[in-house]
């Protein structure tokens, strides 16, 4: 089993930047992959990016890519996903994800354990 907890969710203002934590613990050998994902009110769960551990590539959502970076710490066990330049549409409950699959990392289902989400509103 692995257990992922996220963190450091807030209010902040356009332009604004954030950095968000998921806390890795449990098997993490199993865990070939880092993803997160966000869900705004309404809508549906959408990929924000990943982290293929092997080798630290990483891909970016186009709504994202060039404001969002995905890092990971192994000595902390932690992922974390740097947001800049901060949109009020960035507005949504963030979840970090792990797979143990060996598979392009862009959908939900590709994942098999999640944490319980942090919220992130950004005021225009």
């Known amino acids: 089993q692995v257990q992922l907890v996220e963190s450091g969710g807030a209010l902040v203002q356009t332009g604004d930047s954030l950095r968000l934590s998921c806390l890795v613990s449990g098997r993490t050998s199993s865990i070939h992959r880092m993803g997160w994902f966000r869900q705004a009110p309404g809508k549906e769960r959408e990929f924000v990016g990943t982290l293929r551990l092997i080798d630290g590539m990483t891909t970016y959502a186009d709504s994202v890519k060039g404001r969002f970076t995905i890092s990971g710490d192994n000595g902390k066990n932690t992922v974390y996903l740097q947001m800049n330049s901060l949109k009020p549409e960035d507005t949504a409950v963030y979840f970090c994800?792990?797979?143990?699959?060996?598979?392009?990392?862009?959908?939900?289902?590709?994942?098999?354990?999640w944490g319980q989400g942090t919220q992130v509103s950004v005021s225009s």
């Open positions: 994800a792990a797979g143990v699959s060996w598979s392009t990392g862009v959908f939900a289902g590709e994942y098999m354990y």
